[in-house]
């Protein structure tokens, strides 16, 4: 859940910064494009890292058990 609430987030600022320069919505600028680049790449890096682990933590209880 902090995941996606921090993603949110990061996109609402991302579009706040775009529209506060007046750039159309579906017409970003190369400003915007990098960081909607950038937000996507992060997001997908910490919800892989966030699979992951979920993954490793039940393998581990599972051989606990």
Do not use: H, K, N
Request: avoid cysteine; hydrophobic fraction near 60%.
């Amino acid at each position: 859940v902090r995941v996606a609430a921090t993603s949110y987030a990061a996109l609402f600022v991302v579009l706040l910064t775009q529209a506060l320069r007046g750039e159309a919505l579906v017409q970003p600028g190369t400003i915007t494009v990098a960081a909607l680049a950038a937000w996507a790449v992060a997001t997908l890096a910490v919800s892989g890292l966030v699979v992951a682990r979920g993954a490793s933590d039940r393998r581990s209880l599972a051989t606990v058990s």
